[in-house]
């Protein structure tokens, strides 16, 4: 099998045939700690990402990089200069997974928004549409390339470039809820949610500026449980899971 010719798997029709996947850094970290990036989980991420990438989804991914650098954990230093360690932070864990889909025999491509040659591509986004449709992975580093914006807003951002039908957003909580869960048992989940009412409850699906954009452009966002094994398969299959975005009827 050539690079760019996935081997495509028989079975039920993908809900979406393009996507961007958007991942905290948490989805990087060893389970019992919050910094670092664990082999393991990574490698988790990837055999998934294989499956869906089986099925002829196009399969493009913004990574945050909180599991190793967090900027308001620095509250005296110039809030330019932390997110540009943050966005540095992102790259490193855009070349963690890009090792571990190639190790299980994706081909990955990294993009950055930071011009660094000798380790990525520089963000293109017709670029970045032939790699999908070559079936490569597409990795999204550095964030939006300057301060101020958060991955929410690049992956949104990123997402409508590249034409992407839905953006699907890997959390640590099964979906949305009306108050966090760790903290009230009694938290109602949502199973859909419109973007105004999002926007008017400030729920924690996404930063305001990044479901703005896909608001105006009727973009989904499925958010959804990363860490239960097989559930980014059972989102592009059209599971019931998670809590679905979207516009008025």
């Given at each position: 099998?050539?690079?760019g ?11 979406y ?11 990087f ?5 919050e910094f670092?990036?664990?082999e ?15 099925m ?10 909180g599991?190793?650098?967090r900027?308001?954990?620095a ?26 889909l ?7 491509r ?5 011009q ?10 017709l ?10 992975v597409?990795?999204?580093g ?27 957003k890997?959390?640590?909580v ?30 924690a ?19 959804f ?9 059972r ?7 998670g ?7």
């Amino acid at each position: 099998m050539s690079e760019g010719e996935p081997v495509l798997i028989d079975g039920p029709a993908p809900v979406y045939h393009r996507i961007l996947l958007k991942l905290s850094g948490d989805a990087f970290a060893p389970p019992a700690h919050e910094f670092g990036i664990s082999e393991r989980a990574t490698m988790l991420l990837a055999t998934q990402l294989r499956d869906i990438c089986a099925m002829g989804v196009e399969v493009a991914i913004v990574v945050g990089g909180g599991n190793i650098w967090r900027g308001r954990q620095a509250p005296g230093m110039d809030r330019a200069h932390a997110d540009y360690m943050g966005m540095l932070a992102t790259v490193m864990n855009a070349l963690a997974l890009q090792d571990a889909l190639e190790k299980v025999g994706v081909p990955t491509r990294v993009q950055t928004a930071i011009q660094m040659a000798q380790i990525a591509e520089p963000y293109i986004p017709l670029r970045a549409i032939r790699h999908l449709e070559k079936g490569r992975v597409v990795i999204f580093g550095a964030g939006m390339g300057v301060p101020f914006f958060s991955t929410d807003t690049t992956a949104a951002q990123r997402a409508l470039e590249i034409r992407a039908e839905a953006i699907l957003k890997g959390t640590k909580v099964d979906g949305v809820y009306d108050s966090d869960p760790n903290l009230n048992p009694d938290a109602v989940k949502f199973e859909t949610l419109e973007y105004l009412e999002v926007l008017q409850r400030g729920l924690a699906v996404m930063d305001a500026t990044a479901v703005s954009l896909c608001m105006e452009n009727r973009l989904p966002i499925l958010v959804f449980d990363f860490r239960k094994e097989g559930n980014i398969k059972r989102a592009l299959l059209g599971e019931p899971i998670g809590t679905l975005v979207h516009g008025a009827a």
